[in-house]
């Protein structure tokens, strides 16, 4: 894997878009931007009571949901029925497509075992919960399970999460999938807990949990500060262009692993992975990435590794000529 010119590249396109110290998000393709106060919780929307959005915080309106009523701009999720949805996905349905707004999707504490689709015709979605230990999405679906249609439903469809949006931020939740650790080798056995689709994206203080690729950053521009990611095999892994900032990777692997493996298959491609100040734990012998694509980018800076990394640090995923 190259590992030379990456960092500023990397760093520089997502801070660029994603990150800005007051307003709110901005409309419209690249004029865009994600905010502190799009991560944070509306007043009075964390209380167990049902929550009138229209009473105080979030300065939205009761009614609406893509009918004919006026926009929500915060809606709640409560297990109980105190709030507006009792599931995450009821929440997410209730942004009208065409969405041009931020809307705070605010989640209460609960295991919520759902699987979770924000799709690309609904951005600006903030998802906000009330502690990683405390508001948890959990699913537990393989790539080898067997969908609706009859046939596997494949690496990127088992995602317990899936956000195909731009614009999209989380923050204090728990995204998981819980589906049991396969043996090294073993084929089908991907189980993503988060897949990330759209661009733009900013997760605070989120914890990913699985063990064989972990976490999709697929494709877009994203933002990871201060998140929890744990993981055994390609835990993190795409074709994106991504910072990891502060963040706590823990590996789960019983023998060998693999932190990163990063899809790009050009030179031209301004995609790749950077690791500025990020601390390494847990278990098994690990490489700091693999090659799955010919032009593989990930870099490591200012990071916290500890003794499990192997020596040779890199996989050239078996094909020599992607070792640089």
């Known amino acids: 894997m190259a590992a030379t010119g990456v960092l500023v590249v990397v760093v520089a396109l997502v801070f660029a878009v994603t990150v800005a110290g007051g307003g709110g998000a901005g ?9 502190w106060e799009d991560l944070s919780m509306p007043a009075g929307a964390a209380r167990s009571s049902t929550w009138d959005d229209t009473a105080g ?4 309106k009761r009614s609406g949901g893509g009918g004919g009523g006026e926009q929500r ?9 105190t709030g507006h949805s009792r599931t995450v ?5 209730m942004v009208p497509a065409g969405n041009t707004r931020r809307v705070k999707i605010v989640v209460r504490p609960g295991v ?35 969908g609706a249609s009859g046939h596997q439903v494949g690496t990127f469809y088992s995602a317990s999460v899936a956000v195909e949006a731009d614009y999209f931020c989380a923050s204090h939740i728990t ?16 189980a993503v807990a988060l897949r990330l689709s759209g661009d733009k994206t900013v997760l605070y203080k989120c914890r990913i949990l699985g063990t064989q690729d972990t976490l999709f950053d697929n494709i877009g521009r994203h933002y990871l500060y201060n998140c929890d990611i744990q993981g055994s095999i390609d835990f993190i892994f795409g074709n ?3 910072l990891y900032q502060g963040c706590t990777l823990h590996a789960v692997a019983t023998s060998y692993g693999a ?41 490591y800076s200012y990071c916290d590794l500890s003794g499990i990394i192997v020596p040779q640090g890199w996989s050239d995923w078996g094909d020599q000529s992607r070792t640089k």
């Open 89 to 93: 996905q009821g929440a997410v349905d």
């Open 27 to 35: 409309v419209g393709g690249d004029g865009g931007f994600i905010t």
């Open 175 to 190: 995204f998981e999938n819980s589906a049991a650790a396969a043996a090294p080798g073993a084929v089908g056995q991907q």
């Open 57 to 60: 915080g979030g300065g939205g």
């Open 240 to 242: 994106a262009r991504s």
């Open 112 to 146: 919520y075992r759902e699987k979770v689709t924000v799709p690309i015709t609904k951005p600006f979605v903030s998802l906000i919960g009330m502690g990683t230990g405390h508001t948890v999405i959990t699913w537990h679906s393989r790539a080898s399970d067997v």
């Open 259 to 299: 932190i990163a493996a990063s899809q790009r298959s050009s030179p031209s491609e301004e995609s790749g992975f950077s690791f500025v100040g990020c601390r390494l734990t847990g278990s098994g012998m690990l490489y700091l990435g693999r090659a799955w694509g010919k032009y593989s980018r990930v870099v």
């Open 73 to 81: 701009t915060t809606i709640v999720v409560s297990p109980d029925g």
